[in-house]
């Protein structure tokens, strides 16, 4: 593998970096949401998600573009088999972030209902357990 190979791997790590900023981030401002807890302020959230899905999709195209670029350019398949395997599984993890988000809020919502912390620790479990 030639040095521009290389380079495109560390640009992966440095995307994949930033994808762990951004998920900081979007904790942190769905604890923010939530601590407005009776009368949720909803607006800066939802600016929150609009900004966040917006780095996220940014993020996959350069990702994408690498996959390319190592699929076309340098013929690397057993990386572009990873970087797809990788891809898939952060499409999972955000879809698994936003249900574990929903069910935190309803969790709240109702109190110590048995249910919704069942429902908690199930996306939790499957979070934790998955490989994210």
């Given at each position: 593998?030639?040095?521009?190979c290389?380079?495109?791997i560390?640009?992966?790590?440095g995307l994949?970096e930033?994808?762990i900023?951004?998920?900081r981030r979007f904790e942190?401002?769905f604890?923010t949401?939530?601590?407005?807890s009776?009368?949720?302020?909803?607006?800066?959230?939802?600016?929150?998600?609009?900004?966040?899905t917006q780095?996220?999709?940014?993020?996959?195209?350069?990702?994408?573009a690498?996959?390319d670029r190592?699929?076309?350019d340098?013929?690397q398949?057993?990386v572009?088999k990873?970087?797809?395997?990788?891809?898939d599984?952060?499409?999972?993890?955000?879809q698994?972030?936003?249900?574990?988000?929903?069910?935190r809020q309803?969790?709240?919502?109702?109190?110590?209902v048995?249910?919704?912390?069942e429902?908690?620790?199930?996306?939790?479990?499957?979070?934790t357990y998955s490989?994210?």
């Amino acid at each position: 593998m030639g040095s521009e190979c290389h380079q495109l791997i560390r640009e992966f790590y440095g995307l994949q970096e930033e994808r762990i900023k951004v998920y900081r981030r979007f904790e942190e401002g769905f604890e923010t949401y939530l601590n407005t807890s009776p009368n949720y302020d909803f607006a800066p959230y939802r600016q929150l998600v609009h900004d966040v899905t917006q780095e996220f999709q940014r993020i996959s195209s350069d990702v994408i573009a690498i996959r390319d670029r190592l699929r076309d350019d340098y013929n690397q398949v057993e990386v572009v088999k990873l970087l797809e395997k990788i891809q898939d599984e952060e499409k999972k993890k955000l879809q698994l972030t936003a249900e574990f988000q929903v069910a935190r809020q309803v969790e709240i919502d109702n109190g110590d209902v048995d249910h919704y912390k069942e429902e908690v620790t199930q996306v939790i479990h499957v979070l934790t357990y998955s490989g994210n």
